[in-house]
């Protein structure tokens, strides 16, 4: 059975750096693409980024200077960082296969 | 970056009614198509994947068409439970790209 769990703060402060950790099983990180994909409030889905299959990364192309992501297969886990965090980061973030496999979303604010 | 523009932003319709939500590409994405579905308070939901094909464990009144660049989700007859958000979604190259959404709601 595919699941996905997104898991981290709740609460970050502006300027400061996001760090989410998505934790699947039933699949294999080398054999799946893993996807971020927000949500503000009240708003549309945003694709984020993604982690291939073989490692490589891609990126949205408005936030690709402050995003960074990174898995450890080992651990069957793929990490999200944004830094210099502003209200507007303020989402919902889903980890993702794009396909039947979504985690339930973290909500993070962005307030001092 | 290719552009999804969907459309309309709002739909209301009523139980039984057939309504189609469209997105336009604004570049060649082949049939790199899928739809999704979101109720409140829930994660997305695949319904078309490859511009055409029904998901698994979608009921059969949905369906995917293309026709150039142009997307279409079509529901048949509309039922309650079929009140949701709506996204299309490119994954032809990257970045992936969503449209803004289609709310559809009852009249």
């Known amino acids: 059975q595919v699941q996905l769990k997104e898991s981290g703060p709740g609460l970050v402060q502006p300027s400061q750096t996001l760090s989410l950790t998505c934790t699947v099983s039933?699949?294999?990180?080398?054999?799946?693409?893993v996807h971020w994909v927000r949500q503000p409030p009240g708003k549309g889905l945003e694709w984020v980024g993604a982690?291939?299959?073989?490692?490589?990364?891609d990126y949205n192309s408005a936030l690709k200077s402050r995003l960074s992501i990174s898995r450890d297969t080992s651990k069957s886990q793929v990490f999200l960082k944004m830094n210099s965090l502003q209200t507007e980061d303020t989402a919902i973030y889903f980890c993702?296969?794009?396909?039947?496999?979504w985690g339930q979303g973290v909500m993070v604010t962005v307030s001092s | 970056d290719i552009q999804m523009t969907q459309a309309p932003s709002s739909l209301p319709a009523s139980l039984g009614d057939r309504v189609t939500i469209t997105c336009r590409a604004s570049?060649?994405?082949?049939?790199?198509l899928r739809w999704f579905q979101q109720k409140p308070g829930k994660s997305p939901r695949l319904m078309i994947y490859?511009?055409?094909n029904l998901a698994a464990g979608v009921p059969s009144r949905f369906s995917g068409s293309r026709s150039g660049s142009d997307y279409s989700l079509t529901i048949s007859s509309l039922e309650s439970e079929d009140m949701a958000d709506y996204y299309c979604?490119?994954?032809?190259?990257?970045?992936?790209?969503f449209g803004a959404g289609t709310k559809l709601e009852l009249k």
């Open positions: 993702t296969r794009l396909v039947p496999g």
């Open positions: 039933g699949f294999s990180l080398t054999s799946n693409s």
């Open positions: 982690i291939w299959s073989g490692g490589s990364t």
């Open positions: 979604l490119q994954s032809k190259e990257s970045p992936y790209t």
């Open positions: 490859g511009a055409t």
């Open positions: 570049q060649d994405i082949g049939n790199y």
